[in-house]
């Protein structure tokens, strides 16, 4: 045997050894999906049924945000992800690779809510545009903003808002 076929063959079985154990080895992108990207944080949504609360991942640079919550298999109810675009303007999500359906929650940077994209349907390229100016955007696990009373014009809570 050559030293590169060596090598090469060394690899390919360190791969399938750290597979090994996984209940499934689904590649890079896969991998590294049910991954938080940050800490959770607090985020609380005053609504007129009262408050709501969710643990949040920030997404607040350009390789997050692309990424979001794709790949994601599930997302716990009071979970999310709060995309922090840093500067208020007109926003637009769409659900390629994603794999569950999500409501998608526009923010101004005063906190309140501009917009709801509910039920936004899993691997969609369809656009779904904020219909207004947002700093933040909130994805939540699909329905929750309609089953919590959700609705434009409540306020949302976090450090990334005025006032906070």
């Not at 060394?10 to 996984?22: D, E, P, R, W």
């Not at 999500?93 to 101004?108: C, E």
Request: charged share 25%; glycine share 10%; proline share 8%.
């Amino acid at each position: 045997m050559t030293p590169a076929y060596r090598i090469g063959r060394a690899l390919i079985l360190a791969a399938a050894l750290s597979c090994s154990g996984l209940a499934a080895c689904k590649g890079g992108q896969d991998a590294k999906a049910e991954t938080l990207i940050s800490p959770l944080e607090p985020l609380t949504v005053t609504t007129s049924n009262g408050p709501v609360k969710f643990q949040v991942e920030i997404a607040d640079d350009e390789p997050e945000r692309r990424n979001g919550l794709m790949w994601r298999e599930s997302l716990a109810p009071d979970r999310g992800m709060l995309f922090d675009f840093k500067a208020e303007g007109p926003r637009s999500f769409w659900m390629k690779n994603t794999l569950i359906p999500l409501d998608i929650v526009y923010i101004a940077a005063d906190g309140s809510v501009v917009s709801i994209a509910p039920m936004a349907t899993p691997k969609s390229e369809e656009p779904l545009p904020s219909h207004g100016d947002a700093l933040g955007v909130l994805e939540i696990a699909g329905g929750r903003a309609g089953e919590l009373g959700i609705k434009p014009g409540d306020k949302v809570s976090h450090r990334i808002f005025k006032g906070e």
